[in-house]
Nanobody, 121 residues
């Protein structure tokens, strides 16, 4: 089985920074896209940023210029550096990954358990 374990959430003042990390473990042959989503209370889960195995990157417009995604393919990890945080960034942040468990098998999508980020004004 595959697990995604997130760390790095917390409480920070507006204008501050946090770094989220996510490590994938278990039966992994290959990982394609890894990314971060967030869900605020009463709202849908939205994409924050994603990075492919070839390092193609996408960001939500709301975080461009403030957040930076990176990954370490050798360690099966993805990180999200968040700077200039705003109260509207407050949400539960989820790590995601498209993982191939064995050669030739289909990619399945996995999620972490979520980590709370709270930005106070």
């Amino acid at each position: 089985q595959v697990q995604l374990v997130e760390s790095g959430g917390g409480l920070v003042q507006a204008g501050g920074s946090l770094t989220l990390s996510c490590a994938a473990s278990g039966s992994i042959f290959s990982i394609n896209t890894m990314g971060w989503y967030r869900q605020a209370p009463g709202k849908q889960r939205d994409l924050v940023s994603a990075i492919t195995s070839e390092s193609s990157i996408a960001y939500a417009d709301s975080v461009k210029g403030r957040f930076t995604i990176s990954r370490d393919n050798a360690k099966n990890t993805v990180s999200l550096q968040m700077n200039s945080l705003k109260p509207e960034d407050t949400a539960v942040y989820y790590c995601s990954a498209a993982i191939q468990g064995s050669r030739g098998s289909a990619y399945d999508y996995f999620w972490g358990q979520g980590t709370q980020v709270t930005v106070s004004s």
